[in-house]
């Protein structure tokens, strides 16, 4: 995408630091409500965070904010699910929670009870049906929790449409230039332009620590990797009610079965989480870890080809809810970060609520569980 040179000095109602999917998401949303908006992004669109997420459009109810901010967000990706085109391979293939033994299945009851409550369309698989839905998972499971809503796609290239898309609308992308310094009024770049803005926006992930001290943000680092082509080897987007568990730990490292059919006919595999890691280079041994976990599920895995694996940082919050605000004496700063392993799901419902808050209307689920000012409350 060319640039046109910007000057030195620039007003715009919103500077937005970061093209992932949520700052991209972001920009698409406000400059589609008149906004004049510049996007900021020092690499590639739908780099860091948004490259290293596999692309899940799912609901989940850790919590009823959770629940509300995912389901919102979903509904909206449905809507917009005709407009968008090829390349972001968006696929309602569904979301197939496996149970390996009574306890998970007893989550599955739990969860079957807390979807249909809230209307969802969901579904309960014993073991037969099970294997008839995923013939390549190994014999012996329980059972399953089949979320007939959930979708995935290619989050590099969702990015890229919501960019593109904001462009048409006048907003100006300002490529390999990096928000440093925000404030009322302001934005400043690490090439020393100054952009006039009443609001900035940081979407930037953990990086967003180093403009706003003592934000309670913190990576996790997980691994994917990404095989040759196996048409209807995988139906759902598979996932061991285990992952839960790891899901659920703040500290300790973790493996869990996670594997993602793609409109290509690939097979991307998952999940891996690590807290404390800085690099971003991959890990012999926990991509090890992650295969065989994988495996134990799924052994016709073995025959498989692998063609690339990778790593990437998303950045967690200690409550796994996202910033989604301005932020506590810093007034005209907004966050959009903190989403952890959600930020691809929950992208478009951010954007959203952020427009509505800076136009003082009222959203269509409550803003306050999200507010930043909750990581400074015992600051």
Known sequence: ?????????????????GAGIVGAACAWEFARNGF??????????????????MGHLAVMDDSPAQFALTSYSQ????????????DVEYMPCGSLWVAADEMEMDEVRRKYSYYTTHRLAIEILDDKALAEAEPNLRPGLLGGLLLQHDAVIYPPCAARYFVAEACKLGAVLLSGRRVVKAEQGSAHLDDGTNLAAAH?????????????PGLNLHPRKGHLLITDRY?????????????????????ADSVAFNVQPRKTGQLLI????????EDPAIEADMLSNMLRRAIEYMPALRSVSAIRGWAGFRAATPD???????CPDVPGVYLATGHEGLGISTSLATAKLLCDLLQNRESAIPREPYAPSRSFAHA
Do not use: D
Not at 1 to 15: F, G
Not at 243 to 248: D, F, G, N, T, W
């Open 200 to 212: 900035t926006v940081l979407a930037t992930g953990t990086a967003a620590r180093k403009m706003i």
């Open 320 to 326: 796994k809810l996202p910033f989604i605000g301005e």
């Open 1 to 17: 995408m060319t640039v046109p040179p910007q000057p030195k000095a620039s007003r715009y109602e919103i500077a937005i630091a």
């Open 75 to 86: 509904a909206l990706w449905k809507e917009l699910a005709p407009a968008l085109p090829a």
């Open 36 to 53: 004049r908006v510049a996007l900021v992004e020092p690499a590639e669109i739908g780099g860091g965070a948004t490259a290293a997420g």
């Open 231 to 251: 048409p209807g080897f995988v139906n759902h987007q598979l996932i061991e009610l285990g992952y839960l568990k790891s899901a659920h730990s703040l500290q």
């Open 270 to 277: 998952g999940s891996s989480r690590q807290y404390g890691a």
